[in-house]
């Protein structure tokens, strides 16, 4: 069949038409991603890289929005990932110390999901956030550390301080951090909580946190596996900035490997804002148009 010039023509119209579409599509897709992944310095990343060298560590303090859908599917994503690498050991805020024994028993299979969920303090988004970690932990026979101070305890310690604990058994002192727990009051982390609340709930307000922060850097070093990669989930506030969590497990082991990743949300997300720049190894710069889980 002989094409006429007219016919080729056209042709060589509609292939260049597709082509430009194919463009202005990607380059749309590219402009409309959800998050931007950057190292600390504000450079971008790409997942496959921050992998290979979370990989290289002895622990990894994941921080997220409690509430951000972005964050929880990578923290499912980077566990699955990192499992191909290296033995794991899990641990999480969200799940306090004294619920140990009836995540255990979850994670055993001696109790089913119902079960758990009645005898276990879970956070109200546990099924759509956080269940995913734990049947994944479970599917796998991972280890899953419940690793926050009992809500209680700190509540106590941010009516009367430190000294509250001068009160509590010995089994309950055995759900804390050991006492005297060490605590920096200039860290710009605990500074800047009274700042945030004006004032209101005095000096002892920073050291409720510090007592979850020591607390969780406790149950992390305590219950890890020799030679594996302890992950841990928490909120952002709780290891940005190189503090926190992160702050008490270099002063019990200077020498360890550790890495953090934190979560931020800008309006334009393709370039990481001044101050965001510095607050963890490994940044998520989430869309702030992105929808939230609760």
Not at 188 to 201: S, V
């Amino acid at each position: 069949m002989v094409l006429d010039g007219k016919y080729i023509n056209k042709m060589k119209k509609l292939i260049v038409l597709v082509a430009t579409l194919f463009f202005v599509v990607g380059v749309f897709a590219q402009k409309k991603t959800p998050f931007v992944l950057y190292d600390s310095k504000g450079k971008k990343v790409s997942y496959k890289k921050m992998i290979r060298v979370l990989a290289q560590n002895d622990m990894v303090l994941f921080g997220e929005y409690h509430n951000n859908a972005i964050a929880h599917w990578l923290q499912l994503s980077v566990t699955k990932d990192l499992f191909e690498k290296r033995k794991l050991t899990l641990g999480a805020e969200m799940f306090e110390s004294d619920n140990q024994t009836p995540l255990n028993n979850y994670l055993q299979g001696k109790i089913n999901a119902k079960q758990f969920d009645s005898s276990a303090r879970l956070w109200k988004n546990y099924p759509t956030d956080y269940a995913p970690l734990v049947n994944f932990a479970k599917e796998k026979n991972i280890p899953f550390t419940a690793t926050n101070i009992p809500r209680k305890y700190a509540s106590l310690v941010s009516k009367k301080g430190f000294t509250a604990f001068d009160s509590l058994t010995a089994q309950e002192k055995s759900l804390i951090a050991p006492l005297p727990m060490a605590y920096d009051p200039e860290l710009p982390g605990y500074k800047n909580m009274i700042a945030m609340m004006g004032g209101h709930g005095g000096e002892n307000l920073p050291k409720a946190q510090a007592s979850k922060d020591a607390t969780m850097a406790h149950f992390i070093l305590t219950t890890q596996l020799p030679g594996s990669l302890f992950i841990h989930y928490n909120g952002s506030y709780h290891s940005e900035n190189y503090e926190g969590i992160g702050w008490y497990l270099a002063k019990s082991n200077p020498l360890l490997k550790i890495k953090t990743i934190t979560t931020v949300s800008q309006k334009n997300i393709h370039k990481l804002a001044a101050e965001n720049q510095n607050k963890a190894h490994y940044i998520i710069c989430v869309d702030s148009d992105m929808t939230n889980t609760y």
